[in-house]
């Protein structure tokens, strides 16, 4: 892992930890930056915003998910409930799912905002 990727890694571990602890709206971006011992600006370079931050880190999350219990196609008929009802309670959380596993399988660009 180069230098970026690892500072990168440490940024949405510290993000992550602080934003479960805080919430997006508590958590403070001088206390990630210091955890993942970035600056803050490199931490605006990479991410541009405290809530583009917490994209990556629910992107990462949901991924992280994927990488160990990935869906398939086959899968999608036996969920097609479970995944409807899921998406009444929490759809930006499906569509960041369904999107992250397209841009795995078929590197697709993930659309923020929708």
Known sequence: MGRGEAS????LDAAAA???AY?????????????AKVSK???????GSKEDLFDAVLA???QGVLDVAPLTPDDLPGYAVR????????????RLATWARL???????VLRGR
């Open 60 to 62: 990462d999350q949901v």
């Open 23 to 35: 919430g997006i709206a508590g958590a403070r971006v001088d206390r990630i930056a210091a955890e």
């Open 18 to 20: 602080e934003f479960a």
């Open 41 to 47: 600006a490199v931490m605006y370079a990479k991410y």
């Open 83 to 94: 995944l409807y009802d899921a998406y009444l309670d929490r759809p930006q959380l499906v």
């Open 8 to 11: 990168r890694r440490r940024l």
């Open 103 to 109: 841009e795995r399988t078929h590197r697709l660009p």
